[in-house]
């Protein structure tokens, strides 16, 4: 029989029990405007979950945080309780007009979070960025103003490994995997795994992977613990000791236009993802 993966209970929060190794250490070992892609082509499996309330838990922590919504769908955006229709400045405008992230930035409501909105029309983007100049490195160049003002640069990616992702690649420092501990999980890994090596080789030598996440975890289930396994097994001494478990309230906080933290901060929910940045501030130092 296979063996179960030990899991340790702390302030609720599952953690897988063997400890994961301390990620890349920054030149400097600091954190500063260090950009992390949260990326998975895979659609659903808990991206923008992720940018929303990593954010706002490295914030509460005392970070500086822009979380930078690079998808249509603009669910950061609305996440964070701003109306994603009509945006006069946002992503689109940094990716094909050439904006400043200064300009193109707003000041949300959540400690220390600062918000590139994206909406609808960025999904003229992926077809508009084809004739342009430079076209993988306008996040880029809209970004490196604001670099130093921030901690964290969280980039919410699109379900998808077009031009405007492989922005997001090219800026970020390393990518965090999330990952829905759900049959087929690992599907879709190897082709974002030749593209972030095709984007090292081509873009940005400095790119790795931070970490991959465990998402929607259910320790009830084998199938979790297969899907932890085979996720182990693919990305050794990558993956994070804190786990991402179902909680319904992660699911209803970007109805109320916020980060879990400030919807229900007793929640399951809202202790992982306060882990998770330790966790990952923790890697840094
Ligand atoms: P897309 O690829 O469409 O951008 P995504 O990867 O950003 O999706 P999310 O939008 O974060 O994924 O999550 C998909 C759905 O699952 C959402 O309805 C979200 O509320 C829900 N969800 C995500 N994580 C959890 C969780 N830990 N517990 C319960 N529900 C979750
Ligand atoms: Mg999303």
């Known amino acids: 029989s296979r063996p179960r993966h030990r899991i340790r209970k702390a302030s609720g929060c599952p953690r897988l029990g063997e400890q994961r190794p301390a990620g890349r250490k920054s030149p400097g070992g600091t954190d500063l405007g260090r950009v992390i892609a949260i990326t998975n082509q895979k659609g659903g499996v ?3 979950t992720t940018a929303v309330n990593l954010a706002a838990s490295l914030g509460d922590r005392g970070r500086r945080v822009l979380l930078v919504d690079t998808d249509p769908q603009g669910n950061s955006t609305s996440g964070l309780g701003v109306n994603k229709k009509g945006l006069e400045h946002s992503t689109y405008h940094m990716l094909v007009e050439g904006e400043r992230a200064d300009a193109a930035k707003i000041s949300t409501q959540f400690r220390n979070v600062d918000l590139l909105p994206a909406g609808i029309d960025l999904a003229a983007a992926e077809i508009e960025l084809v004739d342009l100049p430079e076209r993988v490195f306008r996040l880029r160049a809209g970004l490196l103003p604001v670099k130093e003002q921030y901690d964290y640069i969280l980039i919410d990616c699109p379900p998808s490994l077009g031009l405007i992702t492989l922005n997001a690649l090219a800026v970020s420092d390393s990518l965090l995997i999330p990952i829905q501990c759900e049959y087929y999980a690992l599907e879709g890994l190897s082709q974002l795994m030749a593209t972030v090596r095709q984007v090292k080789r081509l873009y940005n030598p400095r790119i790795d992977v931070e970490g991959v996440l465990l998402t929607m975890f259910d320790g009830r289930l084998n199938l979790t613990n297969q899907v932890v396994d085979e996720v182990k097994k693919f990305f050794p001494k990558k993956v994070f000791a ?8 992660l699911s209803e ?9 400030y919807y229900d901060r007793a929640s399951r929910g809202a202790a992982c993802y306060l882990e ?5 501030m923790k890697n840094r130092r």
């Open 46 to 48: 808990g991206k923008t």
């Open 242 to 249: 804190t786990v991402i478990p179902r909680n319904v309230r």
């Open 253 to 261: 906080a970007p109805g109320f236009g916020m980060p879990v933290l």
């Open 276 to 280: 998770l940045a330790d966790e990952l």
